[in-house]
């Protein structure tokens, strides 16, 4: 079945039922134990708990859900090999009954995603429950977990005794910083954080400004009934292999033609090996003339040059990415704004997970005079700000060139570049967004940015800013207004 009519099915599912009397228990009081009673008492609230996972967990993937009341949540993201602790019925769940949050009974198996829902609230001891998590994750493993805020523990507690909701037996209301503290404790490194849910109770466009709208305003965003973080397991010493991956490093390159030898010769060798690619979009001034006397010149070392047959920096960066045969991706600007010199750090960051996409930042150390226009500052300033909210990862620089990831992370950003479209002049837009919907950690490399030392800019201030704003506005309409 069509993936997009699997989720939409699952979801209309909840709007469509009808609540069925409340369960007896054998005295013949109404009771509040079965699952199924509140699920479609409360069918609003449930959807939308289920729409926020399916815009957040792409299809397909091996998903471990603990605390699973359901097995609607694992049908709407389309996991390929679900696995639930609680009671629930799915096609794609491998049903397991448990009394008491523990996971010594499931077999080892490794998810792509684990989703722990109010665990902590439940379980006697958090930090042993996420020591236990980590036999199922592999470095890639995505942990979501998912609690009520405690400012509306109140009236979670009035809305129970009015029998508006399941009684639920919260041992304990962890707060975000103990949440931090056992991650740290646990070695588990937070990615991204938010909120969801401000109404839970449907009325038409009132519910859905509220939690479509409002709910994702900064401050408004601490006051949702759910809290979530999304973490991964923190490297170690003892595990990180020696790795010693093949870079490719994309040079897109348009009247350069005075910094293409001297790029070459400062470029140092990286990783087991390195190849240039430079993409050359149709230059006036010969640099495609210089890439070939260089080419020559330097034989010892693995130069291409490609001929853009697209526009703009974006589609160069593109063309050379699906050129690179290296394990390893990196974007140099032909300019020598940023010193070919500082790439082994941008490498030894990604080679020691302390981050999956790595991005060059200009806006920690002084620049040279010269360096970067009045104007530019500014936009870059408010690019960074709008972004660091947009994504949920602290970003200081979205428009840097420099910027580096794993292939295969690329293969998948690939993959879901039609969810943003490709509209992006420069590239830095299209990683940005497309690292943040995969859950990609992101960090930031300080650089010392220089002023340019042959030819002018290929950017126009009004008309690439009027872009990258339009831009920006598209993907906070994806990734922060998901649904």
């Known amino acids: 079945m069509n993936l997009r009519i699997r989720r939409i099915q699952a979801q209309w599912e909840y709007f469509q039922i009808v609540p069925t009397p409340k369960p007896t228990n054998q005295s013949g009081k109404q009771g509040a134990t079965s699952s199924e009673y509140w699920i479609k008492k409360n069918s609003y609230y449930h959807a939308q708990h289920l729409s926020f996972y399916a815009s957040m967990i792409p299809p397909m993937k091996r998903v471990l859900h603990i605390n699973c009341q359901s097995g609607a949540l694992l049908d709407a993201i389309c996991s390929s090999f679900g696995v639930g602790i609680g009671i629930g019925k799915t096609e794609n769940l491998t049903q397991i009954e448990m009394q008491s949050i523990t996971l010594a009974m499931l077999p080892t198996e490794t998810f792509d995603y684990v989703i722990l829902s109010f665990v902590t609230q439940q379980t006697d001891d958090a930090q042993k429950l996420l020591e236990e998590l980590q036999r199922f994750c592999t470095p890639h493993t995505r942990v979501f977990v998912d609690t009520y805020s405690y400012v509306w523990e109140p009236l979670l507690w009035l809305s129970s005794r009015l029998g508006l909701r399941r009684t639920t037996p919260f041992k304990h209301w962890i707060t975000t910083d103990d949440l931090d503290n056992f991650f740290y404790l646990t070695d588990f490194d937070p990615i991204r954080r938010g909120g969801f849910m401000l109404m839970p109770i449907h009325i038409p466009l009132v519910s859905w400004f509220f939690n479509h709208v409002a709910a994702q305003l900064p401050i408004i965003n601490k006051l949702c009934l759910h809290q979530w973080v999304l973490v991964r397991l923190k490297p170690t010493k003892d595990k990180l292999a020696q790795q010693q991956p093949t870079v490719s490093v994309v040079v897109p390159c348009r009247n350069e033609r005075g910094t293409i030898q001297a790029l070459v010769e400062r470029l140092p060798l990286l990783g087991a090996s390195t190849e240039i690619i430079f993409v050359e979009g149709g230059s006036t001034d010969n640099t495609r003339e210089e890439i070939t006397r260089v080419i020559k010149l330097f034989g010892d070392r693995t130069i291409h040059l490609l001929d853009q047959t697209g526009?703009?920096?974006?589609?160069?960066?593109?063309?050379?990415?699906?050129?690179?045969?290296?394990?390893?991706?990196?974007?140099?600007?032909?300019d020598l704004s940023v010193p070919p010199e500082d790439l082994p750090r941008f490498l030894n960051a990604l080679i020691s997970r302390k981050g999956e996409l790595i991005n060059g930042s200009r806006l920690v150390y002084g620049m040279e005079s010269d360096a970067m226009r009045f104007l530019n500052l500014c936009a870059n300033f408010f690019f960074?700000?709008?972004?660091?909210?947009?994504?949920?990862?602290?970003?200081?620089?979205?428009?840097?060139?420099?910027?580096?990831?794993?292939?295969?992370?690329y293969e998948t950003i690939k993959a879901n570049q039609t969810f943003f479209g490709n509209t992006d002049p420069f590239g830095d837009f299209d990683l940005l967004f497309g690292a943040s919907k995969i859950h990609l950690k992101i960090i930031d490399m300080p650089i010392t940015y220089r002023r340019r030392v042959y030819g002018t800019t290929n950017i126009s201030r009004f008309r690439h800013g009027i872009i990258l704003l339009w831009m920006s506005i598209h993907g906070m309409r994806k990734l922060k207004f998901y649904r």
Do not use: N, P
Not at 311 to 334: C, N, P, S, W
Not at 384 to 409: E, N, P, Y
């Open 311 to 334: 526009h703009g920096k974006g589609d160069a960066v593109r063309a050379g990415f699906e050129y690179a045969t290296g394990q390893v991706l990196m974007i140099l600007d032909a």
């Open 384 to 409: 960074a700000h709008q972004f660091s909210w947009i994504l949920g990862q602290r970003i200081k620089d979205t428009l840097c060139g420099t910027k580096v990831l794993w292939k295969h992370d």
